[in-house]
T-cell receptor, first 114, second 116 residues
Framework: DARVTQTPRHKVTEMGQEVTMRCQPI?????VFWYRQTMMQGLELLAY????????DSGMPKDRFSAEMPDATLATLKIQPSEPRDSAVYFC????????????FGPGTRLTVT | AQSVTQPDIHITVSEGASLELRCNYS??????LFWYVQSPGQGLQLLLK??????LVQGIKGFEAEFKRSQSSFNLRKPSVHWSDAAEYFC??????????????FGRGTQLTVWP
């Protein structure tokens, strides 16, 4: 049963520290999406990639967030420096363009910045 | 711009009762429509999708949804709700154009509570 995996599942860190979240998309998928979910804002798209190329990262605070795909099996989302307002659940999703548009979500990383 | 509205933030139903969750979308072309479900502490799981063809689509867990172009709606239904259906439900519309190909636009979600 192919699934999107995310690590870590939970992260507690102090303000100012760097946070790195990792995502392994489903093998063969060529699109990867990063979302942030909070009670106030709901589900927000931060960035997404097609064939490892970044397409849109307009949803990310550029000064502190960065997203990359070093290879087809790994996507990373970094926050440096982290702030308390970054506390949220971060989801990664993957999909396959040209076949269908559904996205498959990982279990999320719950980030708490104190 | 594409958008999705879920007018009901929270719905409460009794177990065994029927359910309808509303979803309205704004999209300039034929939409790709989805319903996802999120249980507490979990990621979003795809319930069903509409791309074309029959406007009544069946999904997992006994859910179905009907696409009505004239009303720009894609409401989710279930004839008899089970306590395990308590979760948050998200409607989404997909973008099949240009540089935003593959992007999904999500509604704010409807929280479903099921009374025993």
């Amino acid at each position: 049963d192919a699934r999107v995996t995310q690590t870590p599942r939970h992260k507690v860190t102090e303000m100012g520290q760097e946070v790195t979240m990792r995502c392994q998309p489903i093998l063969g998928h060529n699109t990867v999406f990063w979302y942030r979910q909070t009670m106030m804002q709901g589900l927000e798209l931060l960035a997404y990639f097609r064939n490892r190329a970044p397409l849109d990262d307009s949803g990310m605070p550029k000064d502190r967030f960065s997203a990359e795909m070093p290879d087809a099996t790994l996507a990373t989302l970094k926050i440096q420096p982290s702030e308390p307002r970054d506390s949220a659940v971060y989801f990664c999703a993957s999909g396959l363009d040209g076949v269908s548009y559904e996205q498959y979500f990982g279990p999320g990383t719950r980030l708490t910045v104190t | 711009a594409q958008s999705v509205t879920q007018p009901d933030i929270h719905i409460t139903v009794s177990e065994g009762a029927s359910l309808e969750l509303r979803c309205n979308y704004s999209y300039g072309a034929t939409p790709y429509l989805f319903w996802y479900v999120q249980s507490p502490g979990q990621g979003l799981q795809l319930l069903l999708k509409y791309f074309s063809g029959d406007t009544l689509v069946q999904g997992i867990k006994g859910f179905e949804a009907e696409f009505k172009r004239s009303q720009s709606s894609f409401n989710l239904r279930k004839p008899s709700v089970h306590w395990s259906d308590a979760a948050e439900y998200f409607c989404a519309v997909g973008d099949d154009r240009g540089s935003t190909l593959g992007r999904l636009y999500f509604g704010r979600g409807t929280q479903l509570t099921v009374w025993p």
